[in-house]
């Protein structure tokens, strides 16, 4: 459990811990104080958000705190004394009162008052109906007050204080993170009814449920203690059927590429078999040409997924052997080294591959990458020995092909070119799968290594190109920076490997683990970020909670700590 104490009555501390909950296609997610997102919000439903929060006030001290538009409404936080996760537990003391908050959320949100002394307690539920992407101005929600609470949706507002209908709008929400990143930041929610009452050393209930049923006490599945049961305890959240989704909160969603490179750490090494087996599965049935989709359902767009897939049933087969599921996959293997040379996104090229623009992970106008990229090439040689391990017949050998992929090495530069066939010099870490697969030779290797080590290593991970490049960008900056500079921490799996096959000692590996996992303390508490600034301070950015960091700091955390 992660516990914090008078520090975040400084809004600004207070603003940047972000929580959040996950229930397959729903999520319940703020900050320590209030909405800084269009995404926030206490139930969030199928991409649309139907509860934004909660107005709360206590003996008429309001202890809930937003943003409004030029104003701050931050006085709650002067009476906050402590907050932890997980569940999110908040402790206010007001003179001889203390109330202690706590919300939990499984597909129903609860959220539970525990309050010694004598208070008139006042919630007020916000609501829109939107979808995450947007705001809405002045929304007039069509719901029905009951004598207990009121339906909205497909949901039933509830709580053991009494329900009084009092409809009032509330104008002019700010959320400081979408102004930050330049998009409209400003909206309106309505609130039909306040439930409130005087209590006493006794407990308060709110509910926000799919269903009309007796409040009953809801039991606190115990908060992680251990590094590695956070990092479980994180992968879960993305984790729902046989879908990955990558990223929290405006990815949540499947996407193929994400899929196929986070099943290892978030569920092959973890021992869950019948989960890997039905993500992997879907991948399967969904490929088309050899091609694996990159966004689901029909975006193909993506020369790597088909690769990772197979990388991911060789970490399947590595943990459970030549099982009746493997059995029916070596020809959805056959068929992807037959068809995926030959298709829309990648062509063979002298026994290595060729791809067409923006195909690979570094996927914007700005990094193309177009002809023979680096890791593709790692992964297309893995993946025929692989096959030739199976049994599985390939038109071309992985002896072959890897001796072609012996012209990636940039002599000039240490360490292997990012692409070949045209040549791109750019220093990049995407080589550091090739030498986790143990694609060089030794001395190749260790002298690429310390070129990644020299130029691109952060606390964070890996940058992805060298300050010394005319291109790079230290500070996140949209499209431009996301793949020029930004710090991506799912690397860090392959450059951990890396580091072991050079020979350093795990212990000394173990080091460079140690700010990405005290990072689960801030930004997205529990989580990993997507990115980090390539620069210092390496403020973290994008999505708060990515499914392949996650995954990647998992598997590199077992690798250290658990080797096979």
Same mark, same amino acid.
């Given at each position: ?98 109330? %202690? ?29 939107? &979808? ?8 007039? &929600? ?12 497909? /949901? ?10 009092? &409809? ?49 006490? +809801? ?41 196929? #490179? ?70 959805? #293997? ?66 072959? $092909? %890897? ?23 750019? #220093?990049? &870490? ?16 260790? +002298? $690429?290594?310390? +070129?990644?080590?020299?130029? /691109? ?96 700091? $998992? ?10």
């Amino acid at each position: 459990m992660f516990k914090y104490g008078q520090e975040i009555q400084v809004p600004g501390n207070a603003r940047n811990l972000e929580f959040l909950m996950t229930s397959a296609h729903a999520y319940s997610s703020s900050t320590v104080s209030g909405n800084t997102r269009k995404y926030h919000g206490l139930f969030v439903q199928d991409g649309r958000l139907l509860l934004a929060g909660l107005d709360e006030i206590v003996n008429g001290v309001k202890i809930s705190t937003q943003q409004y538009d030029r104003a701050s409404d931050d006085a709650g936080l002067r009476y906050l004394h402590g907050f932890s996760v997980y569940p999110p537990s908040w402790v206010y003391w007001m003179d001889d009162v203390i109330v %202690r908050k706590a919300i939990t959320f499984d597909g129903d949100l609860s959220i539970v008052y525990d309050i010694s002394g004598d208070a008139d307690l006042q919630v007020r539920p916000l609501i829109t109906d939107r &979808p995450v992407h947007e705001v809405f101005r002045d929304p007039r &929600p069509d719901y029905t007050n009951e004598h207990n609470g009121f339906r909205w949706h497909d /949901l039933f507002f509830e709580s053991t204080l009494p329900y009084e209908p009092h &409809p009032e709008t509330y104008w002019n929400l700010w959320y400081q993170r979408e102004h930050e990143r330049g998009y409209k930041s400003v909206e309106d929610l309505h609130s039909p009814g306040v439930f409130q009452g005087r209590v006493r050393d006794s407990t308060v209930t709110f509910r926000c449920t799919g269903n009309a049923h007796p409040l009953q006490n +809801t039991s606190h599945t115990p908060s992680p203690q251990t590094t590695l049961d956070w990092l479980e305890w994180a992968s879960d959240a993305f984790c729902h059927g046989n879908e990955i989704f990558a990223g929290y909160h405006w990815f949540s969603e499947s996407w193929g590429r994400d899929s196929a #490179i986070s099943v290892t750490g978030l569920l092959i090494e973890r021992g869950l078999k019948e989960e890997s087996r039905a993500v992997l599965k879907q991948l399967s049935d969904m490929s088309k040409d050899g091609v694996i989709p990159n966004r689901f359902p029909d975006n193909y767009h993506t020369s790597d997924a088909s690769l990772w897939f197979i990388h991911a049933l060789a970490r399947y087969r590595r943990r459970w052997g030549d099982d009746p599921f493997m059995e029916k996959m070596k020809p959805v #293997i056959g068929n992807i080294l037959e068809e995926y040379p030959f298709s829309p996104v990648a062509s063979l090229d002298h026994d290595l591959i060729s791809v067409v623009p923006k195909s690979t992970w570094m996927d914007t106008d700005f990094t193309p990458r177009e002809g023979k990229p680096v890791e593709i090439n790692a992964l297309w040689v893995s993946a025929l020995m692989e096959a030739e391990a199976m049994g599985i017949r390939t038109s071309v050998s992985s002896e072959s $092909a %890897r001796g072609e992929f012996q012209r990636f090495w940039n002599q000039k530069g240490q360490c292997l070119y990012d692409c070949i066939d045209p040549v791109d010099p750019s #220093i990049r &870490p995407n080589q550091v799968i090739a030498i986790s697969f143990g694609l060089l030779n030794p001395g190749q290797s260790a +002298t $690429a290594q310390n +070129t990644i080590n020299k130029l /691109l290593l952060t606390p964070y991970g890996l940058r992805t190109l060298s300050p010394s490049d005319q291109k790079y960008k230290g500070q996140y900056a949209g499209d431009s920076s996301y793949h020029n500079g930004c710090v991506w921490p799912w690397l860090t799996g392959y450059y951990v490997e890396a580091l072991i096959r050079n020979g350093l000692p795990r212990n000394r590996a173990a080091q460079i683990l140690a700010p990405i996992l005290r990072h689960i303390r801030e930004a997205g508490m529990g989580y990993i970020s997507e990115i980090f600034d390539g620069d210092p301070p390496h403020h973290p950015g994008g999505c708060i909670a990515q499914a392949w960091s996650v995954a990647e700091i $998992a598997r590199a955390y077992r690798f250290i700590f658990e080797p096979s």
